[in-house]
């Protein structure tokens, strides 16, 4: 049986974990301060029940999560057919100073040990303030336009 959009078990699905692993950027939803809508990638790390971003302080998107802390984030594929994964909820942003420790897990996947090595020794000389974004997920989605398709093309619906 098919799980239903929505349904956080779809986290624990190969695909779902395969792109939770992967080093393609997430697609981070949310509202601006000004109410219009803005779309950013950005560097995450799954910790196994969050979905932790960071930005360095004093990005826009800092005071904008605060006021409007309901988000959409998508990871997928350029690949063809497409992998999707998508959660919604609302972000936690917490204010640390230095790198964020999920960022710097998120470095040594996106970058490599030895880089990310070289980039956190840098950015900790630095002791920049970094925002912790974590996302709970309350709704994820999957698609993979084989065994899962849109509702438009008569798949699941969410």
Known sequence: MTLPQGELALLDTDLARRLLASALP???????????????PIWFHWTGNDLVMATFVPSPKVSALERHPTVAVSIDTATFPPEVLQLRGDVEVVVVDGPVEEYAAAAHRYLGDV????????LRSRRPRMARIALAPA???TLDF????PAALGGVTG
């Not at 997430?26 to 950013?40: E, I, K, M, N, Q």
């Not at 880089?115 to 020794?121: G, I, Q, R």
């Open 146 to 149: 084989q065994d899962r398709l």
């Open 26 to 40: 997430a697609r981070l939803g949310y509202l601006a301060v000004d109410g219009s809508p803005r779309v950013t």
């Open 139 to 141: 709704w994820v989605g």
């Open 115 to 122: 880089e990310a090595a070289h980039y956190l020794d840098d």
